[in-house]
T-cell receptor
């Protein structure tokens, strides 16, 4: 049974810092890995999708890596801004998508 | 196409009442998924459809829950005899095939059972 773990559960950093969110999964038989952002009380917004054959994807200040053999992914956020405050969810895909519990990120002005 | 649409956005109901939620997926997506999310947790899988066929149901989907996707287009999720523990955000997602190109989520329906 696939299990996805995200560390840390919560993170608070001052504006401008670079930061890394971690995700691990137990079964490497995945099609892809997707990072989502969720604002309080809202739905999920897709940030980055990494296919199982890829090592990383970049979008603006965001960079996500995937090491399928070790069951790990990281989401790197450069030059953090208060608008980045949200919960970030990692999800792996096989027949369906399985989520971690998320990292609640707070960027202090 | 404006993405995945869910209605209603919010629903408050009394314990014991039945509720129904609707999801309209992206039109060319043949797979549709339902998830439930409680406060502070990641979304939990409930069920998914490929076209009109319901291919998998989670053990979380008790016999009070039923989902349909007639004609492989929109889907409905019905909860009968609601309980306070059913209070959650219900999320719908759609994808092409096995999610090779990722999953697109709707804004969710927040259910409060009083």
């Amino acid at each position: 049974k696939q299990e996805v773990t995200q560390i840390p559960a919560a993170l608070s950093v001052p504006e401008g810092e670079n930061l890394v969110l971690n995700c691990s999964f137990t079964d490497s038989a995945i099609y892809n890995l997707q990072w989502f952002r969720q604002d309080p009380g809202k739905g999920l917004t897709s940030l980055l999708l990494i296919q199982s054959s890829q090592r990383e994807q970049t979008s603006g200040r965001l960079n996500a890596s995937l090491d399928k053999s070790s069951g790990r992914s990281t989401l790197y956020i450069a030059a953090s801004q208060p608008g980045d405050s949200a919960t970030y969810l990692c999800a792996v895909s096989a027949s369906k998508i399985i989520f971690g519990s998320g990292t609640r990120l707070s960027i202090r002005p | 196409d404006t993405g995945v649409s869910q209605n209603p956005r919010h629903k408050i109901t009394k314990r014991g009442q039945n509720v129904t939620f609707r999801c309209d997926p992206i039109s060319e997506h043949n797979r549709l998924y339902w998830y439930r999310q409680t406060l502070g947790q990641g979304p939990e899988f409930l069920t998914y459809f490929q076209n009109e066929a319901q291919l998998e149901k989670s053990r979380l989907l008790s016999d009070r829950f039923s989902a349909e996707r007639p004609k492989g287009s929109f889907s409905t999720l019905e909860i009968q005899r609601t309980e306070q523990g059913d209070s959650a955000m219900y999320l719908c997602a759609s994808s092409l095939a096995q999610g090779t190109y990722g999953y697109t989520f709707g804004s969710g329906t927040r259910l409060t059972v009083v």
